[in-house]
């Protein structure tokens, strides 16, 4: 018998007011993620979602662990962009938020990162300032080498080549 393959997604939403002239693609792109990843239940397996939007500051997660069956889509009455943008401290806490998971260190679970945003850092406090993406690239790397970590960055109006360099992502997963 085949093993349920595990996966925890954490899901990093921009919500700053740059995203307000991309908002309904954004809206768009976010529900046919959720999409892809429900069709992966339907297959057999388990996802988890964390979804942790972020702004000026880092939001508190919408989802924690929760089963992806339990996530609606986004809808433009729950998704409106204000403020400035604290990327890089929104990632941050994502991956702490998903290595705390209860079932982080079992074997078998995987983990997907989804950054969703245009990339106008601006406003990070623990990882704000010069050495703010390097610091973030070297925890992407760590993950990465662990080959149980799958990080992407969506991202619109800016050169995706860039972020992929920046925060040290995997030739693709932009």
Request: proline content about 5%; aromatic content about 6%.
């Amino acid at each position: 018998m085949k093993k349920r393959a595990i996966t925890q997604v954490g899901i990093v939403l921009d919500r700053s007011t740059s995203m307000d002239s991309i908002r309904a693609e954004m809206i768009a792109g976010f529900n046919d993620q959720l999409r892809v990843l429900k069709k992966s239940v339907a297959e057999g397996n388990e996802v988890y979602i964390t979804l942790v939007p972020f702004a000026t500051f880092v939001d508190r997660p919408i989802f924690l662990n929760a089963p992806i069956e339990s996530v609606p889509d986004l809808t433009p009455e729950r998704y409106i962009p204000n403020g400035s943008t604290a990327m890089l401290d929104a990632v941050a806490d994502t991956i702490d938020l998903l290595l705390a998971s209860p079932n982080a260190n079992e074997e078998d679970v995987s983990f997907l990162l989804l950054v969703i945003s245009d990339g106008a850092e601006n406003a990070s406090a623990k990882f704000g300032g010069p050495d703010g993406y390097k610091r973030i690239a070297e925890k992407v790397k760590t993950l990465q080498d662990t080959k149980r970590w799958t990080i992407v960055y969506l991202g619109a109006n800016q050169k995706l080549d860039v972020v992929q360099d920046r925060m040290n992502l995997v030739a693709g997963n932009t």
